[in-house]
């Protein structure tokens, strides 16, 4: 198939492309930059500059692709974009992914309706942000936390807008959970070894994870099968930050995480930070298992935080 991906240069689309032109897929990859465009050209895609808040520039771009299907991995998180992390200030970190989520899908989705595209994939988000009542772990079902009264609302709000968006169009959603591997997790980690990444209270909050790897490869499965719905792309072991991050640590060759109180924690780095790590919900894998036939490299963090840091 002849497949576009917008974001092709970030973290995700650098391991999506080589995985969809090793299946024989022609592939047109976007960026905002024309630094990276032979990056895209070593990776195996005919690499185009287009900004996905401009809808003249996405309409051209795929128009000239002339795709079967229109992938979308657009996100400004990257600190070249949008500075270094900032739960505190959550909605100044994430204001222009939010609006590649809003304005950005909606032009991927009008450009894509003139080209005669027929099947639309989108990246959303099922980390710790599953709705705040009944188990830890949650299905494709359960509505997502909305953040209501928090500097995450707007974020949350914009992933609501994707979702039906490319739900109303009969594509496929792909909530992946917290993505680490090559580039993905390098401000985290330099936290961790820093200690300036604490358990708050005492950690009980469930978080998913997912492997660069395993998310390209399930987006592959999504493309190729013209999936539609919403699908869970996480790995095996949802687990609460009490597990996970002392062996983030320990696998940084860093000191133990500190622990600090929740109303410390609320006044130094917000409410969204203390609720992730409080009272998140983590996500089940089961239906991209069975629908798509996923198979996992790495089906733990554990796995792949050794192997990535050791």
Known sequence: MRVFVAGGSGVLGQRLVPQLVAKRHEVTATTTSESKLGLLDRLGAEGVVMDGLDAASVREAVATAAPDVVVN????????????????????????????????????????????????????????????????????????????????????????????????????????????????????????????FPLVGRGQGYCSWVHLDDAASATVLAIEQKASGVFNIVDDEPAPAAEWLPYLAECAAAKPPRRVPVWLARFLAGEVAVGMMTQGRGFSNAKAKRELGWELRYPSWREGFKEGLT
């Open 73 to 196: 991995e657009m996100t400004a998180i990257a600190p070249a974009h949008a500075g270094k992390p900032d739960m505190k200030h959550f909605d100044r970190w994430f204001a222009t992914t939010s609006r590649l989520r809003t304005e950005g899908t909606d032009h991927l989705l009008a450009a894509a309706e003139v080209a005669g595209v027929r099947h639309v994939v989108a990246q959303s988000f099922g980390a710790f942000n599953g709705v705040r009542e009944g188990g830890w772990v949650k299905t494709e079902e359960d509505p997502l936390e909305r953040f209501r009264g928090t500097s995450a609302e707007a974020g949350m709000r914009a992933i609501g807008h994707l979702e039906q968006v490319v739900g109303d169009a009969g594509g496929a959603v792909l909530r992946y959970g917290s993505l680490y591997g090559p580039g993905a997790t390098d401000d985290q980690v330099e936290l961790v070894r820093r200690r300036f």
